[in-house]
Structure formats: structure tokens, C-alpha cells
């Protein structure tokens, strides 16, 4: 049976375009182990959990964001199948906007560093095709269903 895992694919709206017309930005998480990849704050499901619980648990205690900090957007769910140390892991995540565009990150010990990317630049240090089309999946959401 897969490992299973959630989390959020948490964007920010900059209030002015910037030259490269990128108003949406995603928040990445860089690993402190392993190969120092690039991701959304995600991790493995709790028992008793069900799967936004334990993508919500995930960010507060990877990025230090609160669920009251945060819009999660209605209609966007994508699910990544792939091999991770040799075993099958499904991870869905979930689109969520913070609230407030200068929100506090604060890092556990799980990760190093942290940036805010447009699409662009969020792909290219994703690595992972798989991670980079849940990125370009959710721009175009984003895009699609702007108000």
C-alpha cells in the first residue's frame, strides 16, 4: 500500500505586478536532508486524521502558517503518484492562500530555507515533473477563476 501524504500549495497575490507580470507567488520549502529538494509543506497522514486535517497540521508545523491564517480554494484538489525510497506515495494537495501577504514563515527543523516564486522560477526549483505540473495546474486554476 502507498505512502500517504497531504499538504498545501500555498500562494500569495502580489498587490502590483511584477516586470515578469507575476502576480501570484508560491511559498517552497527547501529539505534540510536528502537531496535539498524543493517543495509545498506536506507530510504523512496521522491515524484519526482525515486528508485537509493533516495538510493543515503539515503547514503550521513546517512553515509555522495556522489555519486561521489561511484561504484554502474551493475546486483545486490534485493527487501526485510516484516512488519515494523505493516504496509508492500518494500525496494531494490542496490550494490555500494566506490571509495576510507579509505572514510570518517560521521554519521547523524539517526544512532550511523557505521562498516566495512566481511560476516560473517555483518550477524550476521543484525538480520533480510530477510537482511542477500541481504548480502549473494550480496558476492556471488561479488564472482561470480570478474574480
Not at 516564486?117 to 511542477?132: I, S, Y
Amino acid at each position: 500500500m502507498a505512502l500517504r501524504a497531504c499538504g498545501l500549495i500555498i500562494f500569495r497575490r502580489c498587490l502590483a505586478p511584477k516586470a515578469d507580470n507575476s502576480a501570484i507567488e508560491f511559498l517552497l520549502l527547501q529539505a534540510s536532508d536528502g537531496i535539498h529538494h524543493w517543495t509545498p509543506p506536506k507530510g504523512h497522514v496521522e491515524p484519526g486524521e482525515n486528508d485537509l486535517e493533516t495538510a493543515l497540521r503539515e503547514t503550521q508545523e513546517e512553515a509555522g502558517i495556522e489555519a486561521g491564517q489561511l484561504t484554502i480554494i474551493e475546486g483545486f484538489r490534485k493527487e501526485l503518484n510516484y516512488v519515494a525510497r523505493e516504496k509508492p506515495k500518494t500525496v494531494i494537495y490542496w490550494l490555500a492562500e494566506v490571509k495576510d501577504y507579509n505572514v510570518e514563515i517560521r521554519l521547523s527543523h524539517e526544512h532550511q530555507a523557505y521562498r516566495w516564486l512566481g511560476l516560473d522560477e517555483a518550477c524550476h526549483l521543484a525538480q520533480f515533473k510530477d510537482m511542477k505540473a500541481a504548480l502549473q495546474e494550480g496558476h492556471q486554476f488561479l488564472c482561470s477563476t480570478a474574480a
